[in-house]
């Protein structure tokens, strides 16, 4: 049974990462993403009114995504853990999530923080390539291609897609910072948070992942 959060900014491993305990600990992996998907293309009730909202370009409202997440956590899939990514972002879903689990008699057993210095992060996202034919990644520096600008399996054009620029980075880093300082601050107080070291090599920050889990 493993009931956790992974919390980390763009560009600190969250998805590398989420793939093995996905694998080492056998529950689903879920982000907010999917769940918006998945009741949209449903045609259910909240993604309906989710559809709304994005189709106005407007966020959706905190309540209504605490909804949508926490009906998820109802499938039985769930019913022995589950890894949540990109929820809660905001202290005030952190206290809706807490009240529904209360209410089921569960609770978030580690939150899992990877923190990542912004000029890492910067250099991680803005090194990113992307072939335009094939889909392969590549990075400027820790996976660069044989050929400067040429995708090693295909041949294809490598290119920097556009959220991956220094501007973009940038402010994507300062929006999840402001959005999700007072939400590593919350789960520091209730006690159940551990700050990994995400600038570390994959395996290490997995190693580290696995002893604040403590199996």
């Not at 990514?85 to 990877?114: C, M, W």
């Not at 912004?118 to 520096?141: D, N």
């Not at 290119?159 to 980075?169: A, F, G, I, K, M």
């Amino acid at each position: 049974m493993l009931r956790t959060i992974l919390l980390g900014p763009p560009g600190a491993g969250k998805g590398t990462q989420a793939v093995k305990i996905v694998e080492k600990y056998g529950v689903p992996h879920i982000s907010t993403g999917d769940i918006f998907r998945e009741n949209i293309k449903n045609g259910t009730e909240l993604g309906k009114k989710a559809q709304e909202y994005m189709n106005k370009g407007e966020l959706v409202p905190d309540d209504l995504v605490c909804d949508l997440a926490t009906s998820r956590l109802l499938q039985p899939d769930c019913a022995d853990g589950f890894l949540l990514d990109g929820f809660p972002r905001t202290v005030y879903q952190a206290e809706k999530l807490d009240e529904f689990l209360k209410e089921h008699d569960s609770r978030i057993d580690v939150v899992l923080n990877l923190a990542v210095e912004k000029e890492e992060l910067i250099t991680r996202l803005t090194g990113r390539r992307v072939c335009k034919v094939c889909g392969a990644s590549f990075h400027i520096v820790s996976v660069p291609p044989r050929e400067e600008g040429v995708c090693d399996f295909c041949g294809g054009e490598l290119v920097q897609r556009p959220d991956d620029n220094l501007e973009t980075v940038t402010n994507r880093i300062d929006v999840y910072d402001s959005q999700t300082k007072p939400l590593v601050d919350y789960y520091e107080k209730a006690g159940n948070i551990a700050t990994i070291d995400g600038a570390a090599d994959l395996d290490t920050v997995f190693g580290d992942i696995v002893k604040a889990i403590g199996e």
